[in-house]
């Protein structure tokens, strides 16, 4: 308790003393217990993905069935959202950018960092709780906030915000563009800056909890992966998220107060000019990116850390490379922040600093291969145990080398310039970040679930799951590159109006179909998690995966302090697997006389 | 505990305190003076110089409110590291947001006439045309 | 990785103590400032790109020409902006001075300076309010640009624009200080302080007000002086 004590010279929280009752209240609403906030986001997470992904359902029915009329859906969702049994143009477009800005920022952003970062951290480092608990839970009652308002936007009269996750002006700048550009945008903005906020507030504290309070033994290099991966991804939102806080109240102004940051000669309907001069669209899109690409890494770095994790874990084998992971995820984390413009190749951004952020771009591929030999090495060779944790863990891999090799062509000007705005760039960053982010945050999910509700999970269920969204994954994304190849652009209501784009026809109808099973079996996955939390296999053993870890030093259900006496102490890095004949020596095992260096 | 490395400086702590007013001020009457100096000067290339030591002197004014008044300069060097390092990202972010805004106000100015010339055109005619509203008449730029 | 077996106390990243022997709420300070300096540095940058983006530009000298009291056609230009400066410059002085009192456990010391550091602060809003006052009679606004650029072509209202959001986001950031210094000068009074035995919040508000006084070094050259 002594560290305990002078690193919280003066927070309240003395977690010593045993803890009194607590209401119903402090411990499952207004908890500031590190792990109850963790399953907060993660549920909210859950109802943000189901939407997101039910967006997607409908928006795919239109791509794939542009000639039919489903007028049961008219019941459901009223006249606004659909017409004659046809999605509305301007409903599809609010499902796309909804679909987006909820699935990037509210599932894979705090959905993933927020419940592992908030679960794993203090249980692996050693700690207590976060440095600041209560500003801990103010950040998930932000994203409350952000998720009541984006949700409400949603029944606004004119609709919600349509024109693309990005929020490029004119359409976010100004309220005549578009039916979307009005209340929906308002509503869209407001929950954006509660959510950086939110994300703020969660960032601070993860990587002072990191630094500051790992426990006695806990060196950087014992510490795991994940938390490595967490750290990264807590430095890339701090730094970045501020950017697109700026940007942001440039658009507000825009929208609002009569300024023209973004906007310059416009005429909307050909109807006069608009007082607006002198503002450039393409400033914001700087604005956006110079968070929106840390952005993609923010989402991925989580599932990285994780997957390393889990494949080591359950290889049996010391992760290869373990120095080299930390690396390349600090390159990566620094390129991510220098790379932005490679999303812009096409706005005439200037040809020489375009040719600087095609060089940086493709830099990334080199810590990027690093990451991909490294898991692949750890597996090789290893007594593989195929639990589904470990089967999304190994999907993830594959995920990953798939889309980042078309990342690479995306990042030449030359071939993006053809490919900029087709569904090869859908493509590349569903398979690349959504997918295999997913994949990670599942991979996490199944791992962890023993320590979360001291539940397991149902196997078969688990491998059903797992096998349906793999295949499932490849199906919808895979011909996506073909149909962007030929030109196919992202963000159209209907391409049967192009006589080049009807060869498409099928292979549309085909994706969405897919769609319609991966979601379905996401469901299962639902049903799964919250049967198992009541009715699940209860977990005997404390250490069910035979890991190195702190987390299962902890009792099977640990209350709030996580540790019931002494924090232990840490003696190793967490990869010893598999090591002098001994098939894993958790980290509290202090160093034997005898012991072999590796 | 970590009052330690705070109670060996004080000591000192006044003087030094006085002895960065000092040199915050004496930075700040330079950057005025330089202000002062470039008014009304004609010669572009001597203003952009000036302009030049005048973000020299911020910088170091910058140093000075870091370093002594925030009191890094007396931190431990790891954590002197993990603020200053990041801040190297602002160098590209500078760099290439004004190199592009500049390439866009080139490639305005070469595909653009109407934008061509506005920014040619002396003011008060453009003025009657867009009718800004000002309540007052605006005083004329000799 | 496991070749060093114990941890060596002198060794500050062994864990079970902060490596940077700082407690945990001034390191979150550090960062946040870190990510607002960020907030402004991509306002300051928006800014400086717009202006490489645009054919002329107002001369500031022929903008920021007045002081309060003064005649109709005053001509002083950064005669006022020096003022608010240098009202910065010290309340930041003062700020340290409370922050070393805090140090040595001498209340009334800190009293004093923090007052005075909050006089300043309020000095340096009312300064502020003033010369956006002097601004808005002459026509200047969000979205109203009343000034023609240096060599006479008409100017965008891009101007003011960032103008008042940039040093408006500046003031309330100075607000805020001044908000939390009295929050501070409160808890010294009720003795809070002195009775957890260490002035630890005071230092936090301190890294807070010289931000606030650093963000100024930066706003002041951005668009008064170049
Ligand atoms: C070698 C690695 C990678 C390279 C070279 C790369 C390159 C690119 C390029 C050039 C684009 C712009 C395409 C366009 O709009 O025309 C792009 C889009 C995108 N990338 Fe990557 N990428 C890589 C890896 C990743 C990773 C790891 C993620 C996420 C975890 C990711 C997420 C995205 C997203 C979300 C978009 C599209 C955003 C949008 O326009 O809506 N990429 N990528
Ligand atoms: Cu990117």
């Not at chain 1, 601070?204 to 630094?211: A, G, W």
């Not at chain 1, 291969?369 to 898991?375: E, G």
Request: hydrophobic share 50%; with cysteine.
């Amino acid at each position: 308790m002594s560290n305990e004590a002078n690193l919280h010279s003066h927070d309240s929280h003395d977690t010593n003393h045993e803890h009194h009752h607590e209401t119903f209240i402090t411990k499952y609403v207004f908890s500031q217990d590190h792990k109850m906030i963790a399953k907060q986001f993660l549920i909210t997470g859950m109802v943000w993905a189901v939407l997101g992904g039910l967006m997607s359902v409908l928006f795919r029915l239109q791509l794939g069935y542009p000639d039919s009329h489903f007028s049961w859906l008219e019941d459901i969702l009223g006249k606004w959202w659909v017409k004659d049994g046809q999605i509305t143009p301007e409903a599809y477009y609010a499902l796309v950018t909804t679909h987006g800005t909820v699935l990037v920022f509210f599932v894979l952003t705090a959905g993933l960092s927020g419940t592992f970062a908030n679960f794993l951290i203090p249980l692996q480092v050693g700690a207590r709780d976060m440095a600041s608990p209560f500003m801990n839970m103010l950040s998930y009652w932000f994203f409350f906030a952000a998720s009541c308002i984006m949700l409400s936007s949603m029944f606004v009269e004119t609709g919600p915000f349509s024109g693309g996750w990005t929020a490029y002006p004119p359409l976010s700048a100004l309220g005549s563009a578009s039916p979307g550009s009005k209340t929906g945008m308002d509503l869209w903005i407001i929950a954006m800056a509660l959510f950086v906020v939110s994300s703020l507030l969660g960032g601070l504290n993860y990587i002072v909890t990191i630094l500051n309070m790992r426990t006695k033994g806990m060196s950087m290099t014992r510490l795991p992966l994940t938390i490595w991966a967490l750290f990264f991804t807590a430095v890339l939102g701090v730094l970045s998220f501020p950017v697109l806080l700026s940007g942001f109240i440039l658009l507000i102004f825009d929208r609002n107060f009569g300024t023209s940051f973004y906007l310059s000669d416009i005429f909307v309907n050909g109807v006069g000019a608009l007082p607006n001069e002198g503002g450039s669209a393409i400033l914001f899109q700087h604005l956006f990116w110079f968070l929106g690409h840390p952005e993609v890494y923010i989402i991925l770095l989580p599932a990285m850390g994780m997957v390393s994790e889990i494949l080591s874990v359950n290889s049996r084998k010391p992760i290869f490379g373990y120095m080299a992971m930390i690396g390349s995820l600090f390159s990566i984390a620094i390129l991510a922040f220098l790379v932005w413009a490679h999303h812009m190749f096409v706005t005439g951004l200037n040809p020489f600093l375009g040719s600087i952020f095609v060089l940086l771009t493709l830099l990334i591929a080199v810590p990027s291969a690093i990451k991909v030999f490294n898991w692949l090495t750890t597996l090789w060779r290893g007594n593989i145990r195929f639990t589904p944790g470990m089967m999304f863990a190994i999907g993830f891999v594959s995920l990953f080398i798939s889309g980042g090799l078309t990342g690479i062509w995306l990042g030449n000007s030359a071939l993006d310039i053809h490919l900029h705005d087709t569904y090869f760039v859908i493509a590349h960053f569903h398979i690349v970040m959504g997918v295999a982010s997913m994949f990670g945050m599942f991979a996490g999910i199944y791992h962890w679930y023993p320590k979360m509700y001291g539940k397991h999970l149902n196997n078969t269920l688990g491998y059903i799951h797992f096998w349906i969204t793999i295949a499932g994954a490849y199906l919808i994304f895979w011909p996506m590159h073909y149909e962007g190849l030929a030109g196919m652009p992202r963000r159209y209501y209907d391409y049967s109006n192009w006589e080049s784009f009807k060869q498409f026809a099928d292979l549309n109808r085909f994706i969405s179909t897919v769609a319609m099973i991966v979601f379905a079996t996401q469901l299962l996955f639902l049903f799964n998690f919250f049967y198992s939390i009541f009715k699940g296999r209860k977990v005997t053993s404390l250490n069910p995966w035979q890991s190195n870890t702190l987390e299962w030093t902890t009792p099977l259900r640990p209350g709030h302090g996580n540790w019931p006496g002494e924090i232990p102490e840490v003696y190793r890095w967490p990869y010893d697997y598999g090591k002098d004949g001994q098939d894993f020596i958790p980290q509290t095992t202090p160093v034997g006389e005898e012991e072999s260096h590796h | 505990m970590e009052h330690t490395a705070v109670a060996e400086h004080h000591e000192g702590g006044k003087k030094e305190v006085i002895r960065v007013t000092i040199i915050l001020t004496v930075l700040t009457i330079i950057e005025l003076a330089l202000g002062f100096a470039m008014m009304g000067m004609e010669n572009q290339r001597l203003r952009l110089a000036i302009k030049g030591a005048i973000v020299i002197l911020m910088l170091s004014k910058a140093f000075y409110i870091v370093g002594y008044f925030m009191h890094l300069k007396h931190e431990v060097k790891n954590l002197i590291m993990t603020i200053v390092v990041p801040l190297f990202i602002f160098f590209w972010f500078i760099f290439s947001f004004l190199y592009d805004g500049n390439s866009f106000k080139n490639l305005k100015n070469t595909y653009d006439p109407y934008k061509k010339e506005l920014s040619t055109t002396k003011a008060e005619k453009k003025e009657e045309a867009k009718e800004i509203k000002t309540d007052e008449k605006k005083k004329a730029v000799d | 990785m496991s070749t060093t077996t114990t941890a060596v106390p002198e060794k500050l990243w062994s864990g079970g103590k902060s490596p940077f022997k700082v407690e945990y709420g001034k390191l979150m300070m550090w960062y946040f400032l870190m990510s607002d300096a960020f907030t402004f540095g991509a306002f300051l940058i928006a800014y400086g790109t717009t202006r490489f983006a645009t054919n002329g530009w107002p001369n500031p000298n022929e903008v920021f020409k007045s002081y309060p009291f003064a005649s109709e056609n005053a001509n002083a230009p950064l005669v006022f902006v020096s003022i608010m400066t240098f009202i910065l410059i010290i309340s930041s002085v003062t700020m340290v001075l409370a922050v070393q009192a805090g140090q040595q456990m001498k209340k009334n010391a800190v009293v004093i300076n923090l007052i005075l550091t909050i006089i300043g602060g309020a000095a340096f809003l009312s300064c502020q309010a003033w010369e956006w006052n002097h601004l808005f009679h002459e026509g200047a606004w969000w979205g109203r640009n009343p000034f023609l650029n240096a060599d006479g072509t008409a100017s965008t209202t891009n101007f003011t624009n960032f103008f008042f959001t940039i040093t408006g986001f500046h003031g309330f950031h100075v607000f805020s200080g001044v908000i939390i210094n009295i929050i501070m000068l409160i808890m010294t009074l009720t003795d809070t302080f002195e009775k957890r035995g260490h002035y630890l919040m005071i230092e936090k508000a301190g890294l807070y007000w010289h931000f606030v006084d650093l963000v100024w070094v930066f706003v002041f050259t951005c668009f008064y002086l170049i």
